[in-house]
């Protein structure tokens, strides 16, 4: 079979959607070994990080954190509460509004995955400046993505 004409254009290698996801995959790859000493999954670290950021926060305060539905987290967050992570409430104000309550397991978690960061850092051979930069032009391109929607 014979390849069509190539268009820069349409060039995977050429494409920043591309770029990001490998990237992506391949973050996740060197998050693996570290987060498996902890007991959690990328995304389940993700959801933690923000648990560790507010104690009694709601399902949906998580959800948009994480730019992801409250349909979606719901399991995550019920697999963390069965690993004794944290406990999920119902609202006194509003049963129809979970809270999330770190355990004492869930904060202590907490002081181990301060390690974390630095061998992300060491993994990407880019200093912490770098980095920021990167995020930050990162997260500018997100908010300009999410504004299309």
Request: hydrophobic share 40%.
């Amino acid at each position: 079979m014979a390849a069509l004409d190539p268009c820069a254009e349409l060039l995977l290698d050429n494409q920043l959607c591309f770029a990001l996801y490998s990237t992506s995959l391949l973050m996740t790859k060197v998050y693996k070994p570290l987060l498996q000493d902890l007991g959690l999954t990328y995304p389940q670290y993700l959801a933690m990080m923000v648990l560790w950021e507010g104690d009694g926060i709601t399902v949906g305060d998580v959800s948009s954190r994480l730019l992801t539905d409250p349909g979606s987290v719901t399991p995550l967050l019920k697999r963390l509460e069965a690993e004794g992570l944290l406990k999920r409430t119902r609202s006194s104000a509003d049963e129809r509004v979970v809270e999330l309550f770190l355990t004492d397991k869930g904060r202590s978690l907490h002081e181990q995955a301060k390690r974390v960061p630095s061998c992300i850092l060491t993994a990407t051979q880019h200093t912490l400046a770098e980095l920021g930069a990167l995020k930050n032009e990162l997260i500018t391109l997100r908010n300009s993505l999410q504004q299309t929607l």
